[in-house]
T-cell receptor, first 116, second 111 residues
Framework: GAVVSQHPSRVICKSGTSVKIECRSLDFQATTMFWYRQFPKQSLMLMATSNEGSKATYEQGVEKDKFLINHASLTLSTLTVTSAHPEDSSFYIC????????????FGPGTRLTVL | GNSVTQMEGPVTLSEEAFLTINCTYTATGYPSLFWYVQYPGEGLQLLLKATKADDKGSNKGFEATYRKETTSFHLEKGSVQVSDSAVYFCALVQGAQKLVFGQGTRLTINP
C-alpha cells in the first residue's frame, strides 16, 4: 500500500490561465500533504505543507496567492497555479505523510507543467 | 538547521561495478535517514531508510548504514545494472519537521 497519484501527469497551458493539479492518497489517509517543485537537474524545493481542513503553510519566498492549496479531505490535496507564466513551468511533485508511518513520505509521480 | 550533503555527480559506471554515493548530514538529535530514487520523468520512490544509529537499510541490492559517529548514510551496491541509472537523493527528517533533501546524484550505468 501507500500509493499516491497525481493528475494530470502533464499539462500545457497558455500564459495567464490557471492550472489545477490533484494529489490523492489512494489506499491510506494522509495526515499531511506536501507540495514540491523541481527544476531541471535540481533537487526538490518544498513549496508548502498542507493539513486537512486548515490553511497551508508556505515556505519562504513562495507566493500563497499564486500557488493556491486546498486540502479538502484526508486523501486529496490540490495545487492551483493561478495566472500561470512561463517561469512557472516546472515539475511539481506532491507527497503524503501516512498516519503511523514515522515520518516517511510517499511521493506522487509528478506533474510536468509547461506554460506557453 | 538540518542539512544533507551528497557527493557531486554525475557518476558514470560500467555495469557490474561497485557503487558508493556519499551522504553526510547535519542535525541535532537523531533524525531518520532516507535514500530516494528518481527515474527519468517520474516522481520519487523510497529506496531504503534507517531510523536509528547503526540501522542498515537495504532494498534491491542497495544498502546504507546509519553512522552517527561520522554523521553519514552512504549508499552502496555491489554490482550495478543499467536499470539503476537514475537520480538518487539522500534525505533526513526529524520529528515533525520537513524532509530535507540533498542535491541529488545522477547515476549513469553503461552496458
Amino acid at each position: 500500500g501507500a500509493v499516491v497519484s497525481q493528475h494530470p501527469s502533464r499539462v500545457i497551458c497558455k500564459s495567464g490561465t490557471s492550472v489545477k493539479i490533484e494529489c490523492r492518497s489512494l489506499d491510506f489517509q494522509a495526515t499531511t500533504m506536501f507540495w514540491y517543485r523541481q527544476f531541471p537537474k535540481q533537487s526538490l524545493m518544498l513549496m508548502a505543507t498542507s493539513n486537512e481542513g486548515s490553511k497551508a503553510t508556505y515556505e519562504q519566498g513562495v507566493e500563497k496567492d499564486k500557488f493556491l492549496i486546498n486540502h479538502a479531505s484526508l486523501t486529496l490535496s490540490t495545487l492551483t497555479v493561478t495566472s500561470a507564466h512561463p517561469e512557472d513551468s516546472s515539475f511539481y511533485i506532491c507527497s503524503a505523510d501516512r498516519q503511523g508511518s514515522y515520518n516517511e513520505q510517499f511521493f506522487g509521480p509528478g506533474t510536468r507543467l509547461t506554460v506557453l | 538547521g538540518n542539512s544533507v550533503t551528497q557527493m557531486e555527480g554525475p557518476v558514470t559506471l560500467s555495469e557490474e561495478a561497485f557503487l558508493t554515493i556519499n551522504c553526510t548530514y547535519t542535525a541535532t538529535g537523531y533524525p531518520s535517514l532516507f535514500w530516494y530514487v528518481q527515474y527519468p520523468g517520474e516522481g520519487l520512490q523510497l529506496l531504503l531508510k534507517a531510523t536509528k544509529a547503526d540501522d542498515k537499510g537495504s532494498n534491491k541490492g542497495f544498502e546504507a548504514t546509519y553512522r552517527k559517529e561520522t554523521t553519514s548514510f552512504h549508499l552502496e551496491k555491489g554490482s550495478v545494472q543499467v536499470s539503476d541509472s537514475a537520480v538518487y537523493f539522500c534525505a533526513l527528517v526529524q520529528g515533525a519537521q520537513k524532509l530535507v533533501f540533498g542535491q541529488g546524484t545522477r547515476l549513469t550505468i553503461n552496458p
